[in-house]
C-alpha cells in the first residue's frame, strides 16, 4: 500500500503513520533500527528496492530522502509517500520529496520520523558528502555507508574518506571483496605454510575494491604489493585477479567471466570457485549486520592512503 502526501509536514507525516498501523495492522514492532538513505530522483527506486530486500533480514524503518536538485530555487514544498505492506518488505518506508528551501535542513526532515531508543543507519546510494560524520544525516548516524564505485572519481573519494574517516564509516567497495577476502585467507591458512615475499593485484582502472583489497593484502602480510589495472573488459570488470608469490610456488586467483574465478596452486589441479560480483542488497544486508564500527575498514583505508 502507498500513501501520497502532497505540500505535507512531518507531523502529518507521523500521523498518517499511525493511522495506518490503526486501520491496516501495519504495525512497527520489531523494528531493529532506522535506515536514512540521501539519493537522488535516479537512484530512488533501485535504492529502494535494496532496502526492502534487506529489511526482511534486518526489519527497519526507512527513510528516504530524495533530493530534487532542479527545484532548488522554487516555493518550499514537502511530499511524502508512505509505503508499507507488499510495497515495503518487512519495514515501513518513508520517501520524502523536499524542494526549495525545505530541503535545506535534512536533519530536521528527519528527526520527528527517527524509531525512538533504535540505532540509526545512514546510506548513500549515488553521490555522497565530503565528510560523513559532519554531514547532517551523518552526525546523528551510528553507520555511514558510502559507495565509492558510485562517485565521479572512486580514487579521489577513497583518499578523502581516509583522510575524514570517523569510526562507523564504511563503503560498499570494501564489503564487495568478503568474498576474496574469504577465499585469500582459507589458502593461507593451508600447508606449506610458506611467507608470501611479494603480491600482485589486477584489477579494472575505476574499481575502488581493488584498491582496498591490495592495501588489506598490504597491511596484513606488510609487504608492498603490485597494483596492475587493465582496460574494464565486457564481461568482467573490478578484480581480476590476484597472484601470491611464494618460494613453493605462486598461489593465483583470476576471474576471466563473471561470478566464476579460476584457482592455480601449485601441486593442485586448477580449479573453478564462485567469486560473484555483490549486488547492493547483498553489501547493505552485510554492512547492516553491524552496527559496531569495523576496525579493520579503518586500518585498511588509513594504509590504503598512507
Known amino acids: 500500500m502507498i500513501v501520497d502526501l502532497k505540500d505535507t509536514t512531518i507531523s502529518k507525516v507521523s500521523k498518517a503513520l499511525v493511522q495506518i498501523r490503526e486501520q491496516g495492522g501495519a504495525v512497527a514492532l520489531g523494528r531493529v533500527l532506522t535506515l536514512v538513505i540521501q539519493t537522488n530522483l535516479a537512484e530512488l527506486?533501485?535504492?529502494?528496492?535494496?532496502?526492502?530486500?534487506?529489511?526482511r533480514e534486518h526489519p527497519c524503518r526507512i527513510i528516504v530522502l530524495a533530493e530534487n536538485k532542479?527545484?532548488?530555487?522554487?516555493?518550499?514544498?514537502?511530499?511524502?509517500?508512505?509505503?508499507?505492506?507488499?510495497?515495503a518488505g518487512a519495514s515501513e518506508v518513508i520517501v520524502?520529496?523536499?524542494?526549495?528551501?525545505?530541503?535545506?535542513?535534512?536533519?530536521?526532515?528527519v528527526t520527528g520520523l527517527l524509531l525512538p531508543d533504535a540505532?540509526?543507519?545512514?546510506?548513500?546510494?549515488?553521490?555522497a558528502p565530503?565528510?560523513?560524520?559532519?554531514?547532517?544525516?551523518?552526525?546523528?548516524?551510528?553507520?555511514?555507508?558510502?559507495?565509492s564505485a558510485r562517485q565521479k572519481d572512486p580514487h579521489a573519494f577513497l583518499k578523502q574518506l581516509a583522510a575524514t574517516y570517523h569510526p562507523g564509516d564504511s563503503d560498499f567497495a570494501w564489503t564487495r571483496i568478503t568474498l576474496w577476502r574469504a577465499q585469500l585467507a582459507a589458502i593461507l591458512d593451508q600447508p606449506p605454510y610458506d611467507q608470501v615475499?611479494?603480491?600482485?593485484?589486477?584489477?579494472?582502472?575505476?574499481?575502488?575494491?581493488?584498491?582496498l583489497l591490495a592495501a588489506w593484502l598490504g597491511l596484513k602480510l606488510k609487504i608492498d604489493?603490485?597494483?596492475?589495472?587493465?582496460?574494464?573488459?565486457?564481461?568482467?570488470?573490478?578484480?581480476?585477479?590476484?597472484?601470491?608469490?611464494r618460494k613453493s610456488g605462486d598461489i593465483e586467483i583470476v576471474r576471466r567471466v563473471p561470478d566464476v574465478a579460476t584457482l592455480i596452486q601449485p601441486t593442485q589441479p586448477t580449479r573453478e570457485i564462485s567469486l560473484p560480483r555483490r549486488s547492493d542488497r547483498d553489501c547493505l544486508s552485510e554492512d547492516l549486520r553491524r552496527l559496531d564500527?569495523?576496525?579493520l575498514f579503518g586500518k585498511v583505508i588509513k594504509w590504503f592512503a598512507r
Open 96 to 109: 520524502l520529496k523536499a524542494h526549495g528551501a525545505a530541503a535545506s535542513d535534512p536533519e530536521l526532515l
Open 70 to 87: 532542479e527545484s532548488g530555487s522554487g516555493a518550499s514544498k514537502l511530499d511524502a509517500e508512505i509505503r508499507v505492506g507488499g510495497d
Open 130 to 147: 565530503k565528510d560523513l560524520h559532519k554531514s547532517s544525516i551523518g552526525r546523528i548516524a551510528t553507520r555511514r555507508i558510502t559507495d
Open 197 to 211: 615475499i611479494a603480491v600482485q593485484v589486477t584489477g579494472a582502472p575505476d574499481s575502488p575494491s581493488t584498491d
Open 225 to 245: 604489493v603490485t597494483l596492475t589495472r587493465q582496460p574494464r573488459g565486457k564481461s568482467v570488470s573490478g578484480i581480476k585477479g590476484v597472484k601470491l608469490i
Open 293 to 295: 564500527p569495523d576496525e
Open 45 to 55: 527506486e533501485s535504492a529502494v528496492k535494496s532496502a526492502n530486500e534487506s529489511s
Open 119 to 127: 540505532p540509526v543507519v545512514a546510506w548513500w546510494p549515488a553521490e
